[in-house]
């Protein structure tokens, strides 16, 4: 509603995405900060940064289930997403229903991460890191493009839980911890060198 539906440009998506951030945080925050029990706060507060620690297999076949059927989907938009690229206005002169394939997309797209969000946590950064590197190596077509964030998304995942379960002696850290170190040094290096080619 605050980017105003499917007529709501790119810039009105993220400043809503923003705001819808900060007050969801907020929420969050309060319900940690008010819970009487500490390990229940370490939990919220483990799960804020996200964990495969707690997956179990009934709940990784749900997930499996609906990013399947969502990847499908989006596959089928994959010639409005190649559109999307040249921006709305094109897209429209292309004969792509800007607002419906939108409406979709988003749909698709929320229930997917809800899905994923829901058993695993807030990891930060996948979605923006991910896509560039599967870009570089595939190319722009969401015909390759998606599958190939498919894998590499997860290879990135297995690497970096992977490496919250050992670079602490003893201790598992958030995989959320991992993913945002990696990932804001390959998100300046992908803006880096955007700079340099503009």
Known sequence: MLSNGARG???????AGVAASQLFNAA??????TSGN?????DVMFWLLGSFGGVRWPEFALSSVVVSLGLVACLFYGRILDAFAFGDEAAAALGVDVGRARLGLFAITAVMTATIVSMVGSIGLVGLVVPHAARFLVGPLHGRLLPACAVVGAIFMVLADVASRVLIPGQSLPIGVVTALVGVLLFALIL???????
């Open 28 to 33: 969050t925050s309060y319900v940690v900060t």
């Open 9 to 15: 440009g790119p810039e009105r998506t993220i400043l």
């Open 38 to 42: 500490a390990q229940q706060a370490r």
């Open 192 to 198: 880096y060198r955007s700079q340099i080619a503009s």
